[in-house]
């Protein structure tokens, strides 16, 4: 063996991977972790990453070393139980990384779960969703200013309904079924939705304007649309 090898080897970078989970055993997609070198110095450089749709964080081209693992933050509607006291995410833990294997708090990275506290937040008073125009044939329908932790139930005069998640930052998007023919002065009615309460209505017309109609209160209740005629629109990943 030659140096050169030996230097490749003991140099050899490895993946620090792992799963975020809640408290009912769901991935938790949106969290953000740093990974920061663990030195006499205190913390030297790191790497940021966010946990994926299915829970899993990756930390790519790590060499070998001791680093902290820390939760920066939590995504929308979680907490970690670390910050109940004074609001701040302090949990951290330790990672040590060979040229042969990684450790998480002294566990390998399939047996170590970061688990997140799902907070169940649900606005006070739900407002109508803001909805953007929508044009005669349009092949999607969006809007903004929504609570990321709901959803938006859109219904179109065919009877047909679909659902769609909101984004982190309020946005949200559905594609118009294909077998749904927008035509001029179609009505479309837009409703905010958070664990059984529906705000108002918003009524939007085909090559018109938007409208906010009181007709749907938060306990109002609703036609249940059967599974498989939803269609589930646009989530984060």
């Known amino acids: 063996m030659n140096c050169n090898q030996s230097t490749c080897r003991t140099n050899q970078a490895q993946t620090v991977c792992f799963r975020v989970l809640d408290q009912d055993g769901c991935p938790v997609c949106g969290a953000l972790f740093e990974l920061a070198i663990e030195n006499e110095e205190g913390n ?33 509607g979680y907490e970690s139980e670390a910050d109940e006291e004074n609001g701040e995410y ?30 169940q937040l649900v606005p006070e008073g739900l407002q109508p969703p803001t909805v953007n125009e929508v044009d005669v044939g349009a092949l999607t329908i969006s809007g903004y200013d929504a609570d990321p932790c709901c959803s938006i139930e859109i219904r179109f005069p065919c009877c047909r309904c679909i659902t769609t998640k909101v984004l982190r930052d309020g946005t949200w998007i559905a594609n118009v079924p294909c077998n749904v023919k927008l035509a001029e002065d179609d009505e479309i009615d837009v409703v905010q939705c958070c664990q059984g309460r529906r705000s108002r209505r918003a009524v939007v017309t085909v090559g018109g304007g938007i409208s906010d109609i009181d007709i749907a209160g938060a306990n109002a209740s609703a036609e249940i649309c059967p599974y498989d005629e939803l269609y589930q629109g646009v989530m984060i990943v």
């Open 90 to 119: 302090p949990e951290s833990y330790p990672v040590h990384v060979t040229n042969r294997c990684v450790r998480i708090n002294n566990l390998p990275p399939k047996c170590f779960v970061t688990a997140l506290q799902k907070t």
């Open 44 to 76: 030297g450089p790191f790497k940021l990453a966010l946990s994926d749709k299915n829970g899993c964080v990756n930390f790519c081209g790590v060499l070998p070393g001791d680093y902290l693992l820390t939760l920066v933050r939590p995504p929308y």
